[in-house]
């Protein structure tokens, strides 16, 4: 069953357009991953799911009935902001009930509704307190809890987790995810962090200047990424230019300094392919190996970054190119890559990506 349907819609600011022909369906019961860098259209395509910006053209469906010209609190939908947006002169409690008062429930029944939200996200104990006295992780529930506590058909979280630190983002996602099995809402995350989309989504929509770059189950968008966007925002850096010189089971492409890198499996448009990408972390270094794989050139290390269970490696190849490479370090002794060291580089034909341009 559709949950919510985005029908070429389109916004504009002015000249500028915002979100461009997006078209999308989420099903009930879907966690989808809005992912893309600042300016790409995913916070207002959020926002008009939500009704605080009015599309300019096409439809948004919420269990297939229009939302245009729906205000905000008739399209029964619970957002979480980037910055919480908790009133700081009300309690915990005050603030996750703060909806239902507005909608005139019995005062019994909003204090039931308030305590059974707080338990959900584990802050019962904490309904007195006002939101300069909470941690950020706390702020973080209670407005996940305001947003919970009138049983919306549609869960908008804005980047949510970007105000906290590092361990405590780690912490949140796994609760999120938890919190959204339980519950089966059907819930649209917008952030730029790809970790957060890969982790928390059953699908995702890399989007960029206003349209779906790329939609599919995480896996699928990291595995077998389309275009050089793609393949680049969720962590390829290694591009090469050229052009496919045999799309057939074992393809082949030439890069524009004339290297020949091997791939496996057929492409699926041979004519649009205009770039090859190999992720760091596909590719192996050996010191005084010979070549083991089609894919295997010489390399003089450029610069070696330690980073406790990996290192980052920078190297040029022999044909002027730059890359990285990424190794995951044994417990035990680590061999060392001294700078200008020469080595060999290998990824096999598996990790080669053929890319479409942008």
């Known amino acids: 069953m559709t949950s919510l349907e985005l029908a070429n819609v389109v916004k504009r600011f002015g000249q500028v357009t ?35 910006e009015q599309v300019d053209e096409g439809d948004i469906l919420i269990h297939g009935r229009s939302m245009r ?19 700081p002169h009300l309690t915990v409690a ?51 809890a305001r947003a919970l506590v009138i049983e919306p058909e549609l869960l ?19 609760e999120i995810k938890e919190l959204q099995a339980k519950l089966g809402i059907t819930t649209v995350f917008v952030t730029h962090d790809q970790v957060e989309a890969l982790t928390l989504s059953t699908r995702v929509v890399i989007m960029r200047n206003g349209r779906a770059a790329q939609i599919g189950v995480p896996e699928e968008i990291y595995q077998r990424p389309r275009a ?6 969720l962590g390829g850096t290694n591009v090469f230019e050229g052009r496919l010189l045999d799309g057939g089971a074992e393809p082949v492409f030439e890069t524009s300094s004339g290297l020949r890198l091997r791939g496996r499996g057929m492409v699926a448009t041979p004519n649009a392919v205009r770039y090859a990408g190999v992720r760091p972390e596909d590719i192996s270094l050996r010191v005084n190996a010979p070549p083991e794989s089609p894919n295997s050139f010489p390399a003089r290390i450029r610069s070696v970054l330690y980073r406790g269970w990996t290192r980052e490696v920078v190297l040029t190849l022999d044909r002027g190119e730059t890359i990285k490479a990424v190794e995951l370090l044994p417990r035990a002794a680590h061999s060392h890559l001294p700078v200008e060291g020469s080595v060999n580089v290998t990824w096999s034909p598996d990790a080669c990506h053929f890319l ?3």
């Open 18 to 52: 915002a979100v461009d022909g997006l078209s999308l369906q989420v099903e009930q019961g879907e966690f989808l991953s809005l992912l893309g860098p600042s300016g790409c259209g995913k916070t207002t395509a959020l926002r008009l799911i939500a009704g605080y």
């Open 94 to 144: 005050e603030n996750v009930g703060f909806g239902l008062r507005e909608r005139r429930m019995a005062r019994n029944a909003i204090r039931r509704k308030i305590d059974e939200s707080l338990a959900l996200v584990r802050l019962s104990n904490l309904d007195a307190r006002y939101p300069s006295e909470l941690s950020g992780g706390q702020q973080q529930r209670v407005a996940l």
């Open 228 to 233: 050089r966007f793609a393949f680049e925002f």
């Open 156 to 174: 908008l979280l804005d980047e949510p987790l970007s105000n906290l630190d590092a361990q405590l983002r780690e912490e949140m996602r796994v």
């Open 69 to 87: 010209g729906v205000p905000p609190y008739r399209r029964n939908v619970g957002m979480v902001f980037q910055n919480y947006a908790l009133f």
């Open 356 to 358: 479409e341009g942008d």
